[in-house]
């Protein structure tokens, strides 16, 4: 009998996945769900064929010249790879993939909720009634900012962003967008293209980000970009917190410019900002945007997927290295 590869997950994934992992792998599963150091994540690659993380585990460029040869594929559980060198585990050949598509729905559906529960205040609204200390009403009570027929600008009109565009449709929204190159027309659905974020900016009484974070885009949400914008938007990130330039946001956010932010990313996870912690017109989660559990299989599945594809002899539909 051939033996089967030896595969790391390094999180706790979904039952589905890890029951179908445990069928066609020989597995080292990390049940109790701990992150991993750098030194870990370098002694485990002696042991195994592949690696199947999460974007908790980084292979930057230092962790990746100490991985031991044996690792051969890096399956990761995840449409973002800012936690991958992709050049430097290219030059050791590694093959990387990621998972795109399957959590689309469920990121957009949370910047959605983020943009909603952002311009209604939320937060505001959850903590008077559950602290028991809402006991007036008034017309000038806790008035938000209508997102229906607003205008919408969306950065990255990539898989999550069209989908973003979809829901926002749906609420009527007047949507724009930047993209690096411009959508065909049957993708675009009536979306206004800006051919700089500059240009978009000025126009986005609403503020989405879904690009991935990139050595372009890292800080692009910085002072500079912030004024530009509507007084009074409304800011919503849940792509990655490495696009956007904090102390920025808190500025924006005392000066009025951004009433209100939604955000679901962060650049400190897990842990978060605790300076945004003072605002009760920032809406936060924690990171959980491809978290049901339809996604969290579909994520798991198509990570395997690309798993099988490779231990076949195939280039994992996935690839974003190939060697
Ligand atoms: C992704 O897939 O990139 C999400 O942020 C979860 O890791």
């Not at 938007?233 to 956010?253: Q, W």
Request: glycine share 8%; net charge negative.
């Amino acid at each position: 009998m051939t033996q089967k590869p030896v595969l790391w997950i390094t999180r706790k994934l979904s039952d589905a996945t890890l029951e179908r992992a445990s069928r066609d792998y020989d597995v080292i599963i990390n049940h109790e769900d701990g992150l991993h150091t750098a030194d870990e994540i370098i002694a485990m690659s002696a042991k195994v064929d592949a690696i199947l993380p999460c974007h908790s585990e980084i292979f930057d460029a230092s962790v990746t010249a100490k991985l031991d040869s044996r690792v051969k594929i890096i399956a990761n559980h995840s449409v973002g790879v800012d936690h991958c060198d992709l050049n430097a585990l290219a030059a050791r050949g590694i093959v990387v993939t990621n998972t795109p598509d399957v959590l689309s729905d469920a990121t957009a559906d949370i910047a959605m909720l983020l943009m909603l529960g952002a311009a209604r205040r939320a937060v505001e609204g959850d903590r008077l009634v559950r602290s028991g200390e809402w006991d007036f009403w008034s017309p000038a009570f806790m008035v938000g900012k209508q997102v229906s027929a607003a205008r919408l600008g969306i950065i990255g009109m990539g898989r999550v962003g069209q989908v973003m565009a979809k829901r926002a449709r749906g609420f009527d929204m007047d949507v724009h967008y930047y993209n690096r190159s411009r959508l065909a027309p049957d993708l675009e659905q009536g979306a206004v293209y800006h051919e700089t974020v500059e240009s978009l900016l000025g126009i986005a009484d609403f503020l989405s980000l879904h690009c991935p974070a990139t050595p372009e885009t890292t800080g692009m949400m910085n002072t500079a970009r912030f004024d530009l914008l509507p007084d009074g938007a409304v800011f919503v990130n849940t792509a990655r917190g490495a696009l956007v330039d904090e102390d920025a946001l808190i500025a924006a956010l005392d000066s009025g410019k951004v009433a209100a932010a939604g955000l679901d990313c962060f650049l400190t996870e897990p842990g978060g900002n605790p300076a945004l912690s003072a605002y009760s017109n920032v809406f936060m989660l924690p990171h959980i945007g491809s978290a049901t559990g339809e996604t969290r299989n579909a994520m798991g599945f198509r990570a395997l997927d690309n798993l099988d594809a490779f231990f076949a002899g195939n280039i994992p539909k996935d690839a974003l290295t190939t060697v």
